[in-house]
């Protein structure tokens, strides 16, 4: 089943919170630039649940045949890149995120938050239109 690039976003997502990313985001790059039409960008809190993350994600796409064109980061484990071409997926280490600042970067795109609703379990999604908010800060 060959998924369009809005699909493999969504479905992206949904993956990274399976293994518990945390501030997921979906950044709407079709306006803006040729490099892609989405970033789906999420943290995690140790080495072992990013590499669980990008498992997830990567074996969730495969399931549904299609596979990473590219894939950056696996050597330091702060910031891998799974590049499918029409949808970049981003898994940071939370500091290095912070560091990198890629929603500073892509602040002028659309973004979705997605996230697990703490009542119902259900993901859920909403549509961020503020840069402020999407911003990531450390505590």
Do not use: C
């Not at 699909?7 to 892609?36: C, H, N, P, W, Y």
């Not at 259900?122 to 503020?130: A, L, V």
């Amino acid at each position: 089943m060959a998924l369009d690039s809005n699909e493999l976003a969504g479905q992206a997502a949904r993956s990274m919170l399976e293994k518990g990313a945390m501030d997921v985001r979906i950044f709407d790059l079709k306006k803006i630039t040729s490099i892609a039409d989405y970033f789906v960008i999420g943290s995690a809190d140790s080495v072992p649940q990013l590499k669980a993350v990008v498992d997830q994600v990567a074996d969730d796409l495969k399931e549904m045949d299609t596979l990473a064109w590219h894939t950056e980061g696996t050597q330091s484990w702060r910031w891998v890149l799974l590049d499918y071409v029409d949808v970049v997926v981003h898994v940071f280490q939370e500091e290095t995120r912070v560091f990198y600042g890629l929603e500073r970067l892509w602040g002028d795109a659309p973004v979705t938050r997605v996230y697990i609703d703490p009542e119902t379990g259900d993901i859920r999604q909403e549509t961020i239109s503020d840069i402020m908010s999407v911003v990531v800060t450390t505590e």
